[in-house]
């Protein structure tokens, strides 16, 4: 068993490094300014095989890796999308740092096997997300509140939550960052 789990972990590692290419745009200052003193410091372009079981909107972060779909990205950097790219590695980089103390490898293993382990690692990286959001004037609405619910409690992270949950937490977790923002 344990033979067993450390095969599949190898060959996640080795599959996604594979099946990727380095970033074509890191020397691009843009992309520089928004990777300053983020824990993730590489990027790497999903090859087209990730389609079979992750959507091209859907990042992954192993260790200080961050895949991407390149048009995506590609796409957030011409157009200078500095709010949601920034936010964006806030929230892998929170991965990054959690992965670094757990130990990629237990990180993993617990992040697949389970729905609660999943669902905390996801929330409190969405809550830095939010507060650079918010930091740089984001403001949300009930719409937002049921995007996030529903994306979240989808397929993609396979029944981590349920959609009520999902949206107390957004709405709960943005009253509470207004309310540290006007203490300010
Ligand atoms: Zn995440």
Redesign the pocket.
Known sequence: MRLLILLMLVSLFCGCRLFSRPADNMNDPFVQEMMKNAAVKEIRFKGKIWRVCMKDST?ATIGETMYVDERMWKLSVENRVATRLRSLII??SM?TSRQLRAGVAFWMICYFTSTTFRWE??KV??EVEWRAEMVAGETYTDEDYEFFAREVSGAVYHGMTTHDEAYRFMKETIVKLQEERKKK
């Open positions: 990042y929230h892998e991965h690692e996801e990286a969405y």
